[in-house]
């Protein structure tokens, strides 16, 4: 399988990047979104970014305005496509009206990346001017795909399946003919649990812009011309 665990650090370094923290630039705004709560991915994807951003957070070059920063304040319970929008209108109405730049938005999938980026262009984002924040996500949808190629998201989690697939029958086949699996690790399913599985991760990896190409078209995982077309309201979630 995927180490989820992994994705909140993808999309948290992803954000270190983008707005060039380890360089020392600030301070920076930035808004968090989380799954729903009664999924364990929702855990693992928030608390690991949070983890991995809480020193940006102590120095202050990350700056949350509205405050927002627990999980149980991010959730968006049942993955209300909906509600996302709804918390960053009202965020962005509190505390951006004043002229604040909003610079990062930390969203835990490709299905809500759309959206996010289609509310932050009717507050004037995505422009040269008002460049969009950097807005991450996870899946690697070929519609998110295309908003990276058009500078609407910073970054996705490509997690290919054809990896998966080849590991499964490595697995398979080791089982059957006896032998020892290998690359196996422990893994604990949840924090709740006082167990520990075998497992075998393969590996995943995070999409921007500059490797768009490499990652996703010179693999075959979408064409050029699923990707470097012209944007519609299906691409960013509205139909």
Known sequence: ???NREVGVMQANAIIEGLGLDEGKGPFNIEMFAGSLNEANCYYYFNYAMDVLKPYFDSGQLV??????????CTIIDWDLAKPTAKLDARMTAYYSGGAHLDAVLVP???????VSILLQGYGYGTEE?????????DCYESVCKLIANDMVYMTVLKDTTLLSDACMEIITSLAEGKPV?????????EDYDFELNAVFVEMFA??????????????????????KELTDEDYGLK
Do not use: H, W
């Open 64 to 73: 949350c305005r509205s405050g927002e920063t627990d999980i149980e304040k």
């Open 207 to 228: 999409v921007n812009k500059e490797n768009l190409q490499e990652r996703v078209i010179d693999t075959g995982f979408y064409t050029a011309d699923q990707i470097y």
């Open 109 to 115: 999938s490709d299905y809500f990346s759309g959206p």
């Open 130 to 138: 008002r460049p969009m924040p950097v807005i991450t996500g996870n």
């Open 1 to 3: 399988g995927y180490n």
């Open 182 to 190: 290998e690359g196996t690790e422990k893994y604990k399913p949840s």
